[in-house]
């Protein structure tokens, strides 16, 4: 039986959840996540996790933050007038915004807070600065 390789198209069902157990994503209510190993399509800890795996094989992975999505950039949050939104929008933390940025890319910007007039976004990952714990399964090779 093979194993997984760099430039193997995988598909892979996947648990993760935080360090205290709470569970923030699952692919077992749907079909397995399908990547190519080195197309840099998840996270590093993730892709690297599936290399040398047989189809079947189950394995449960931790990932730091260097190897997930990183550390908690300060140069990602900033401040707007509540004037820059449309009126109507309903704005209030947790509402997560898709920004068009340059070359046609969306970055996505949680809402952090409303001070009076401002509004302050953070452009992190929800995950950024987490230690992931992932159970992996790999399904199959493609």
């Given at each position: 039986?093979?194993?997984?390789?760099n430039?193997?198209?995988?598909k892979?069902?996947?648990?993760?959840?935080?360090?205290?157990?709470?569970?923030f994503?699952?692919?077992?209510?749907?079909?397995p996540?399908?990547?190519t190993?080195?197309?840099?399509?998840?996270?590093?800890?993730?892709?690297?996790?599936?290399?040398?795996?047989?189809?079947?094989?189950?394995?449960?992975?931790?990932?730091?933050?260097?190897?997930?999505?990183?550390?908690?950039?300060?140069?990602l949050?900033?401040?707007?007038?509540?004037?820059?939104?449309?009126?109507?929008?309903e704005?209030?933390?947790?509402?997560?915004?898709?920004?068009?940025?340059e070359?046609?890319?969306?970055a996505?910007?949680?809402?952090?807070?409303?001070?009076?007039?401002?509004?302050i976004?953070d452009?992190?990952?929800?995950?950024?600065?987490?230690?992931?714990?992932?159970?992996?399964?790999?399904?199959?090779?493609?």
């Open positions: 039986m093979s194993k997984a390789k430039g193997d198209t995988v892979v069902h996947y648990t993760g959840t935080l360090e205290d157990g709470t569970q994503d699952t692919s077992l209510e749907r079909e996540l399908e990547f190993i080195g197309g840099h399509q998840v996270i590093p800890g993730f892709e690297n996790a599936v290399i040398g795996l047989e189809t079947g094989e189950k394995t449960t992975v931790r990932i730091p933050p260097n190897e997930g999505y990183g550390e908690y950039d300060e140069k949050r900033f401040i707007f007038d509540k004037s820059q939104f449309p009126k109507d929008m704005l209030e933390p947790g509402l997560r915004l898709n920004v068009p940025g070359g046609g890319k969306v996505v910007f949680t809402v952090v807070d409303i001070l009076g007039d401002e509004v976004l452009g992190n990952h929800p995950l950024v600065g987490r230690t992931l714990i992932f159970d992996l399964e790999l399904v199959e090779i493609v």
